[in-house]
């Protein structure tokens, strides 16, 4: 299918803030007929698998407001203006669990859903204790280390239920680096 044959006809910002905008566009397709798609543009992010020397896994377990639950998750955050992904992989990895990244490596670049526009970008990195976390004003993060049994468990029973870190999680099984 030839992409070219969608025409946006007119693009409508229905809401905006610091993380996102909303958009609803009116597109015709390769049919002709007029539809309507919802779009939700926001800030490109990297999600970080981090294990340490002794192999243990080095994760968070923060509140997530919309699911009104504690989440254990792999370090992630946005990307900011003008920052490539690695060097933001590395900082959120260090602001979030006081670790330093020693050596790191791009494991995939996805879309997380199919309306939005953002990309995110995994990794996978090895890592030592640095110090303290340097967290945001409305960050509450605490700092977990597992084992890959462990983390596996916690998968398997839906103790883990983050996109990204399931994600990060079975690629980076795939890839021989668990």
């Known amino acids: ?10 693009k409508n910002e229905v809401y905006s803030n610091n993380y996102l905008k909303v958009r609803n566009d009116k597109v015709q397709n390769p049919k002709g007929k007029e ?17 340490t020397k002794d192999k243990n896994l080095i994760m968070i377990k923060q509140y997530r407001y919309p699911w009104t639950s504690m989440s254990i998750e792999i370090p992630a955050g946005l990307i900011e ?15 979030e669990t006081g670790y330093k990244v020693v050596s790191i ?4 670049t996805w ?12 990794y996978f990195a090895i ?10 004003e ?13 983390v596996e468990e916690l ?9 990204a870190t399931i994600l990060g999680w079975y690629v980076a099984k795939s890839k021989k680096l668990l």
């Open 35 to 51: 539809v309507e798609f919802s779009v939700v543009e926001s800030k490109n992010f990297t999600a970080t698998v981090c294990m």
């Open 155 to 163: 998968i398997q029973n839906n103790k883990i239920i983050h996109g």
């Open 105 to 108: 490596e791009s494991l995939l």
């Open 127 to 136: 890592v030592e204790k640095e110090g303290k976390q340097n967290l945001d």
């Open 138 to 150: 409305d960050e509450f993060i605490d700092v977990l280390e597992f084992s890959k049994t462990e």
């Open 111 to 122: 879309h997380p859903v199919a309306f939005s526009s953002s990309w995110g970008h995994l």
């Open 1 to 10: 299918m030839d992409i070219s044959n969608w025409i946006c006809i007119n």
């Open 81 to 95: 203006p003008e920052e490539d992904p690695i060097r933001s992989a590395k900082r959120e990895v260090r602001e």
